[in-house]
Structures are given as structure tokens and as C-alpha cells.
């Protein structure tokens, strides 16, 4: 059988976008219900970019929550909808040579005509497919294995990392865990980190879990604020751009009516390494059951990988 990244965390399994929906964005919906229910990772493999969406997910994020969306599969296109968001940990995917996949979409961000940033590009890679003709191993819903590629696979094996780090490290804050993944990435790609291809590089299981890495108070992948809902995708209500443009001010005229980021404090009984109950299990969200077996195939290709190039 297949061995999970994180067994002392529970998984949350939501299905949407089904013919019997009854609310009108049934994925905001759906983010909301996972943090209200104390998720501290969220899984979105899917290009999603409505404002309801984007504040769901502002509203999980300022609950503590780590958002993992896949950066898309569209080769050149820089990430887009979700995975663009200042502060969502984005990710794009490479292949068996450790070299991101011509398939997955990447970029360092996108800027306008005054060369000013307004989103946010890749943060880091996963395992997209072992080769162009094969996937990545997955168990699949009613027994039996399938291979598949995509950023959807890169996207659940970072979010089964990010598990793993919350189970091990309970006490730190969402900003902390997302440094911990971008600190101890290795680089891959060409030119300054964060680069096009893969942000702060390829994510690394044991180190995540296992370096010195300081905490941080600030997410470093920046924060969006309560006003991030201008159709013509600029700044506004950007709190921060963290690491992407540190030299980033807010309008004075909207910071005062954004949301504080967290602090790092200890979560209580909520933690990733309690004993799984409702009232005491900590959460991963993986949106829909494919995303679930996606998640265990995808870590056993990365123990693979690991075996063969120590």
C-alpha cells in the first residue's frame, strides 16, 4: 500500500461543484467551513479566482490557516485566480530530473505598465510527473492505482508536507510554517530566488521538518486585505507583498481596515499530533476525493526520488 506524508493529521474530504449544489460558490463556501471547523492547511487543487473565493480564503487565513493552491498547468502562464494571491503558498511541478515540467505554469510575479508588481508568482515545486508518458502514482476512489500529472499532485504533496510541519511544530503560526517550506526549498531553476520556474525552489520534507529556521510574525509570501476585490487586478487592498516587494506600502486609506496577521501562540488542544477526535484533531482540507489519493501516490514517487539521489 501507499504510506500519507502526515499520519497524525485528519483530512476534511469536500466535494464541489456537483449538479446538487445549493449555494452559490460552493469552494468559498467550502474553505469557510474547513477553517470554522479548525483546519490549519487547506488544499485547493484547482484554478479558482472569484472574489468570494479570495475572501474565503483572506478569512481562513486570517484564522491561522495555510492556503496550498496548484499554480496551474498552462506551460508559460504565470499562476492565476487563487494561486496569485499575495500570501497563498503557490505551487508549480517538475518532473523525474528534478526540472519543472514544460506543462506547469510558472512566473515571478506579474507587473504593470510602471513595472509594479501585482501578483504574486510560484513559491515553490512538487512533483508534477515522473515522465511526460507517466504520472505520478495515485490510489484512486474504489480501490486500485492510477497515474496522473499535473500541479493538482504538486499541490497535495506540499499541503501533506505543510501537515506533517504543523504536526511536528504545533506551536508555530502559519507564517512560521510557510517560511519554514520557502527557507528550506532547494533551488532549482536559473537566476535570483525567488525564480520564474520553481519561486524558492523545490520543496524539501525532511529539512521543513527537521532545519533551525527562525519564526516570522508576517507571512513572507505577503497578505491580501479586506478590500481585494477590484476586477482590474491591481494593488488595492494588498496589506503586503512580503518577500516579493518588501519596499511595499498599503494606502493609508484602506491598512486601517485590514486584518492583523495572526499571532504565534500555541494552537491548545487543537494540534496535528493529537489523537484523532473531532474536538481535538487538527485539520488538512483536500478538496475532493481524487485530491485525498493524490496526496499518499504523490509522497510515495518523492520517497522514490529521494533513494535514488540522496
Known amino acids: 500500500g501507499l504510506i500519507g506524508a502526515a499520519p497524525n ?9 456537483t449538479t446538487h449544489s445549493t449555494v452559490d460558490d460552493s469552494i468559498a463556501t467550502a474553505i469557510r467551513y474547513c477553517a470554522d471547523r479548525g483546519a490549519k492547511v487547506i488544499n485547493l487543487s484547482l484554478l479558482e479566482g472569484s472574489n468570494d473565493t479570495k475572501k474565503a480564503a483572506l478569512y481562513a487565513q486570517s484564522k491561522d490557516v495555510v492556503v496550498v493552491a496548484g499554480a496551474g498547468n498552462f506551460g508559460s502562464s504565470p499562476p492565476s485566480g487563487i494561486s496569485s494571491m499575495f500570501g497563498i503558498l503557490s505551487v508549480a511541478g517538475v518532473d523525474h530530473n528534478l526540472t519543472r515540467d514544460p506543462r506547469s505554469s510558472w512566473g515571478s510575479g506579474e507587473k504593470d505598465k510602471n513595472g509594479k508588481i501585482y501578483t504574486q508568482g510560484v513559491a515553490v515545486c512538487g512533483p508534477f510527473a515522473t515522465t511526460p508518458d ?22 497535495s504533496v506540499v499541503t501533506g508536507i505543510v501537515a506533517a510541519i504543523r504536526a511536528k511544530h504545533p506551536d508555530l503560526n502559519a507564517a512560521s510554517i510557510i517560511n519554514r517550506v520557502l527557507k528550506t526549498a532547494k ?3 536559473t537566476g535570483d530566488i525567488p525564480t520564474a520556474d520553481c519561486g524558492w525552489g523545490l520543496v524539501d520534507a525532511y529539512a521543513a521538518l527537521t532545519a533551525d529556521v527562525p519564526t516570522v510574525t508576517d507571512n513572507p509570501l505577503g497578505q491580501i486585505g479586506e478590500g481585494y476585490d477590484n ?21 493609508p486609506e484602506y491598512s486601517s481596515a485590514m486584518p492583523q496577521p495572526p499571532t504565534n501562540t500555541p494552537q491548545g488542544p487543537i494540534t496535528a499530533a493529537a489523537p484523532r477526535s473531532p474536538a481535538t484533531a487538527s485539520w488538512a482540507i483536500l478538496a475532493g476525493l481524487a485530491t485525498c489519493a493524490t496526496l499518499i501516490g504523490g509522497l510515495t514517487w518523492w520517497l522514490r526520488r529521494r533513494r535514488r539521489h540522496p
Open 187 to 189: 533551488k532549482t531553476g
Open 134 to 155: 507517466t504520472g505520478v502514482p495515485q490510489a484512486w476512489p474504489g480501490g486500485g492505482y492510477r497515474d496522473g500529472a499535473g500541479t493538482s499532485i504538486s499541490t
Open 9 to 17: 493529521a485528519a483530512i476534511i474530504s469536500v466535494s464541489f461543484g
Open 231 to 251: 476586477p482590474s487586478r491591481d494593488v488595492f487592498g494588498v496589506k503586503s507583498m512580503g518577500l516579493w516587494d518588501p519596499t511595499y506600502q498599503p494606502d
